[in-house]
């Protein structure tokens, strides 16, 4: 029944997304005893999916502990500088490094506060085309879609935030006199380079992204989470495909 429902989306194609918000027509056949959603109402309930799932990522992950308090997504330390830990944490250094990455994760979640209106705007600008593919594409495709629609913004909106809460938590200075103390230690070939901004930007998008993917399927395979009438009407629909 997804096919039926990206029949009507596509032959639609033509019509300006936005102007399925005030599309007067319904359709009044059914399916399994279930009414088959409108075009307006497909879209609206694909955008309020969207938006929840996206608004709720990133408000779950922009309060405190959202990243640190994760274990699937917290932020350790970048992978060239995993071997100064152990050693670091070997020399008795244990509050130095525990301290640098909650720092990282505490520029994380201040970057995730700049995600929603680039999200919002996305779905904006979801085109039919778009919606057709989320409703047949796999569990994450409207991950996906954000992911091909909104990474560049994403990260040139999280880096100077990234960067300035680095500097303001500390995490800078940190990472500096961990590095530092790293690479006056003899017979270490391997110096650190002390620029986080870039590791910790792309690991605040990776982990919103992950966010997303699991609001997503709880959407599409949770009746609970489909907390409006067209929500539950679109995907209940869905479900009886």
């Known amino acids: 029944m997804k096919k039926g429902i990206v029949t009507l ?3 639609a194609a033509c019509i300006p997304l936005t102007s399925f918000d005030y599309a007067p027509h319904h359709y009044t056949a059914t399916v399994k005893g279930l009414p088959i959603p409108s075009n307006a109402e497909i879209i609206s309930g694909l955008k309020q999916a969207l ?11 922009s309060a405190l502990n959202g990243f640190f308090g994760n274990a699937a997504i917290k932020i350790l330390m970048p992978p060239e500088a995993q071997k100064a830990e152990k050693t670091l944490r070997k020399l008795g250094m244990n509050k130095l490094c525990d301290n640098v990455i909650l720092s990282l994760n505490r520029a994380a ?20 085309q778009d919606a057709a593919n989320i409703l047949t594409g796999s569990n ?37 006199q961990l590095a530092t103390q790293y690479n006056k230690i003899p017979f270490t070939f391997n110096k650190l380079n002390p620029d986080l901004d870039d590791y910790v930007t792309q690991k605040a998008i990776d ?17 609970t989470a489909r907390t409006t009438p067209v929500l539950q009407k679109v995907f209940g629909f869905l479900d009886k495909k």
């Open 9 to 11: 989306l596509l032959a």
């Open 51 to 61: 938006q929840q799932g996206t608004v709720k990522s990133s408000d779950q992950l």
């Open 109 to 128: 979640e201040d970057a995730a506060k700049q995600a929603k209106p680039i999200f919002v705007n996305a779905v904006k600008q979801m085109t039919v």
């Open 140 to 176: 994450d495709a409207a991950t996906q879609y954000f992911k091909r629609t909104t990474t560049a913004a994403l990260s040139t909106q999280f880096k100077p935030v990234v960067h300035s809460s680095l500097s303001n938590v500390g995490a800078t200075n940190l990472y500096t």
């Open 207 to 223: 982990g919103l992204f992950y966010q997303i993917a699991l609001e997503e399927l709880n959407i599409r395979q949770n009746l």
